[in-house]
């Protein structure tokens, strides 16, 4: 990062509260009983302050804490490489992390890493069923839509999306009981039911729905999925977004190699949309991307859809590992500024290129916020701060004379409602 011309900068840990989504971890002030510090969900308003004072190309290796429930890929205290940088775009933030994370696995593991490449959110649904692709291994998704565009078997006939994998060589490992667990597994994950086939030794598919397909279909469907003798093949029928979150599951469930076995292979995915869809029960938009992104070139001048983010989030072969923002503010309150947050993060994905059809979603833009930067006053008045959520004020003591860890707490404040206690005479 250095040699990048990023400057290390380390930011306070006793912070006014900055909601940001997450509760706070709230610390006591000792001279002010009933205020609270908050310990940092992340360094997000200092780099912003750091961009304005000047400093255009800044990183820490940052501790977060967010009293959150836990769940997967999230605690309560977690470190991220924090970066930020002035009029910068998708591409410099690309090739600036990306030469940070190639760099840092060749430090660890003693070889350069391949190059990190490049796909799109929908290239990763369409191909992997999952937006943090693990690239270590195949069993990709394959479309088989065309093949059944005018099959008679009613279960594919009315579907808007069929796809497939190939697991190779374990037809044998599955009897009709585990079969059986992988048919309820599909359920859970949301579809309608699975189909699976196994590959016999003279390349015959054996199921139970092969008699409802014809030979035509049956030699297309062999062939696009590569099978072999030996080969399991698994099948889903169901809307698009379904059918790409049900084979991603069962391919990495079934095709996962341990997170510790390389060969490591780190991706950015990009294009990320902003909803994925609407909840069934509430008709609500679904997030798929949080809101704090520069939107995608071809979707600024389409106000009243979905629209994709512009910066990527990076991911490794067995986990993701960040995702970024962009954003353009007005200039008078600051430079353009783009960053990222390598983290333990997980989030869903949503369509890429193709837009969701949603019914328009009124976004009401904020007023924009001007901040404003001012020497401590003369008389000792350290001026206006942030506000804890309670109402209660960060703790301040006027400077007065005293051993040195008292004079350590000057310009913290009182609340309004705590009268202030003369300093007690000293001893004698």
Known sequence: ???????????????????????????PARQAPGSFYALPQSPQLFKQLLMVAGVDRYYQIARCLRDEDLRADRQYE?????????????????????????????AVLGERPPTIERITWREAMDRYGIDKPDLRFGMELVELTPIFASTSFKAFSGAGAIKGIRVPGR????????????????????????????????????????KFLTDDETAALAAAL?????????????????TCE?????????????????????????????????????????????????????????RDEPARGAIAGLRPGAERLGVGFGIDPDPRHGPPAAGVQPARDLRRGGPGQVRVLLDPVQVRRPAPRRVRLRHRPADGDPG????????????????RDGPDDERADAGRRVPARYPRHPHPPPKS
């Open 78 to 106: 977690f470190m991220q490489l924090d970066a930020e940088m002035s009029f910068a775009d998708q591409d410099d933030v690309l090739e600036a992390i990306g030469n940070a994370v190639i760099a840092a696995a060749e």
């Open 171 to 210: 037809a044998g490992e599955f009897g009709r009981n585990k079969l059986d667990q992988l048919t309820d597994r599909a359920k859970q994950a949301g579809a309608k039911g699975l189909v699976w086939m196994k590959v016999a030794e003279d390349g015959t598919l054996e199921s139970p729905v092969a």
């Open 384 to 399: 206006r701060r942030g506000q804890h959520p309670r109402g209660d004020r960060l703790p301040e003591d006027a400077v």
């Open 246 to 302: 049900v084979l991603g599951t069962l391919r990495n469930e079934l095709g996962r190699p341990p997170v510790h076995q390389g060969p490591y292979r780190y991706v950015w995915v990009t294009e990320f949309p902003l909803f994925v869809g609407t909840d069934k029960e509430t008709g609500k938009p679904i997030p798929g991307h949080h809101p704090f992104c520069h939107p995608h070139p071809d979707d600024i001048a389409v």
């Open 1 to 27: 990062m250095e040699a990048q011309g990023f400057v290390e900068v380390e930011t306070p840990m006793l912070v006014p509260s900055t909601p940001e989504g997450a509760r706070e971890f709230l610390v």
């Open 226 to 242: 590569e099978a072999a003798p030996g080969d399991l093949l698994l099948i889903v029928a169901d809307e698009w977004m379904t």
